[in-house]
T-cell receptor, first 113, second 113 residues
Framework: DAEITQSPRHKITETGRQVTLACHQT?????MFWYRQDLGHGLRLIHY???????NKGEVSDGYSVSRSNTEDLPLTLESAASSQTSVYFC????????????FGSGTQLSVL | GESVGLHLPTLSVQEGDNSIINCAYS??????FIWYKQESGKGPQFIID?????DKRQGQRVTVLLNKTVKHLSLQIAATQPGDSAVYFC????????????FGAGTRLFVKA
């Protein structure tokens, strides 16, 4: 079965370190997204991509970057981790751009100490 | 401002009863709505969707109602089961131009045995 997987499931890092969270989908979807989920804020969009070599900023993109070199993967990089980036991160993909039914991964719990 | 919100942050129901989760939206240009279910430790999972040219759509034990006049969306779960305990999110898709899916804050559903 097609799926979307994230790794690692849990990550602890120190302030100032660079961290990369992996996202891999086998749906063959062109559209991929990164969200963070925090109490009181729900799901907030970080970055998204509509295809290879395409990346776009979401509403909370500061301090994050993504790259899309193939259809399957959209890694999320925290350039210099900050405590404010402690959160649960979800990757998602969708088949259509006008009907953005999202398929989510299981999430990565990131703690920045 | 524009928002997608929920009337009740928590809902507790008896097993076997019907559940109704409500959601308000403010953008009349939104043309597509989705309900997601998120169980503890997992990513959100698609439940049901509805387009703005419909006012009701039924799935297995779930029904979504859309009232465009008052910009209101509801999710009805029939014969609620313990496995329905989760956080439920409504999401609003605003159509053209970039990524336009906006999530509500979520409602936690507790099912009492």
């Amino acid at each position: 079965d097609a799926e979307i997987t994230q790794s690692p499931r849990h990550k602890i890092t120190e302030t100032g370190r660079q961290v990369t969270l992996a996202c891999h989908q086998t749906w063959n979807h062109n559209n991929m997204f990164w969200y963070r989920q925090d109490l009181g804020h729900g799901l907030r969009l970080i970055h998204y991509s509509y295809g290879v070599q395409d990346t776009n900023k979401g509403e909370v993109s500061d301090g994050y970057s993504v790259s899309r070199s193939n259809t399957e993967d959209l890694p999320l990089t925290l350039e210099s981790a900050a405590s404010s980036q402690t959160s649960v991160y979800f990757c998602a993909s969708s088949e259509r751009r006008d009907n953005e039914k999202l398929f989510f991964g299981s999430g990565t719990q990131l703690s920045v100490l | 401002g524009e928002s997608v919100g929920l009337h009740l942050p928590t809902l507790s129901v008896q097993e076997g009863d019907n559940s109704i989760i409500n959601c308000a939206y403010s953008n009349s240009a939104s043309d597509y709505f989705i309900w997601y279910k998120q169980e503890s430790g997992k990513g959100p999972q698609f439940i049901i969707d509805i387009r703005s040219n419909m006012d009701k759509r039924q799935g297995q034990r779930v029904t979504v109602l859309l009232n465009k006049t008052v910009k209101h969306l509801s999710l009805q779960i029939a014969a609620t089961q313990p496995g329905d305990s989760a956080v439920y999110f409504c999401a609003e898709n605003r159509g053209t131009g970039g990524f336009k899916t906006i999530f509500g804050a979520g409602t936690r559903l507790f099912v009492k045995a």
